[in-house]
């Protein structure tokens, strides 16, 4: 016998098979997409993950060059610039996608989904990690940024124009500047499969909630100096 069996490593999906995916992908979560020809002639989101994926491949195998060439075209053409360096997962979803940005240590899990004006961005100059991580179905909302070295765990969502600067536990949702935890995303997603319900008119305002203390404390107060 062995002294030592080698584990089999997974089989890395083809480029065509991330590809199928991704523009499977849209039709759960657009309800605007119509046939796969729209999605793949008209989404500057499929095309930007389509030439990140190529890019990216160059990326691992040294041509940093043509690999930031080839990220510039695309910046040009969907105005969604994702670096080379930057790990995307299966079946991710950019919605709209004019103003998104990734930089180049994050990484990104399956079954995420960001929709226009989000930056995945660094806060050091720092050459090691310094973007964020996405885990599994992690939706952010439009505007939103994620900045430094954090972890957004499984399920999170961000409501948008949220800036979230700290890491985020599982099945969170999380609102407002400095990004506050605001519900469990089950509460919220107990019957939507997908898990990217925003409505953000069913989010609890923290901000809000905290003046309306403060008005009802201040009330009492006042009733007090009267007697």
């Keep these: 016998m062995s002294a030592a069996v080698e584990l089999e490593k997974p089989v890395q999906p083809s480029l065509l098979q991330l590809l199928r995916e991704d523009v499977r992908c849209v039709f759960q979560r657009d309800p605007a997409a119509r046939s796969r020809f729209e999605v793949l002639t008209t989404y500057p989101g499929v095309h930007a993950i389509l030439m990140q994926r190529i890019a990216h491949k160059l990326w691992a195998m040294k041509l940093r060059y043509l690999a930031r060439l080839l990220g510039w075209f695309a910046r040009l053409v969907t105005n969604i610039d994702i670096h080379p ?9 950019i919605d709209h996608g004019a103003g998104v940005v990734i930089g180049e240590t994050a990484e990104i899990g399956n079954d995420v989904t960001l929709y226009h004006g989000v930056t995945l961005g660094g806060t050091t100059w720092n050459k090691g990690k310094r973007h964020p991580t996405l885990c599994d179905g992690v939706v952010v909302g439009a505007g939103a940024k994620i900045l430094g070295a954090i972890t957004l765990g ?74």
Aim: aromatic letters at 4%.
């Design 85 to 93: 360096g930057a790990t995307l997962g299966r079946r991710f979803f």
């Design 154 to 227: 499984e399920n999170v969502r961000v409501g948008a124009n949220s800036v979230v600067v700290k890491d985020v536990p599982a099945h969170r949702t999380v609102v407002g500047i400095p990004g506050r935890i605001v519900l469990r995303t089950e509460e919220a997603d107990s019957n939507n499969i997908y898990g990217i319900n925003l409505d953000h008119h069913l989010i609890p305002d923290p901000v809000g909630r905290a003046i309306a203390c403060l008005m009802e404390r201040i009330e009492v107060l006042e009733g007090q100096l009267r007697k």
